[in-house]
């Protein structure tokens, strides 16, 4: 799904995870009352271009239905 492909893409160009917990079930809490990182800031832009940025956003936005046309915007703008 896209928010674990983001959470993916997050640690791959940040090198840490977004989100922090020491188990399963504190990861599952933590993604239930998150709000989502925000990637333009916490991710260097010199390292990580903007297209990449925006799609990392997209899929970790909270709302699944947000999410899905953020993540379809993206992905045309990275050209895949």
Known sequence: DFFS???VLYQ???GR???VGSDFQA???YAETYEPVDVNATLDSSVVPTKWRNLISACIEKTAATR???VT????????
Not at 73 to 80: I, T, Y
């Open 12 to 14: 791959l160009f940040g």
């Open 73 to 80: 915007k993206a992905l045309d703008a990275l050209n895949l």
């Open 27 to 29: 990861l599952t809490e």
């Open 5 to 7: 492909m983001g959470i």
């Open 17 to 19: 995870l977004s989100q």
């Open 68 to 70: 899905q046309e953020k």
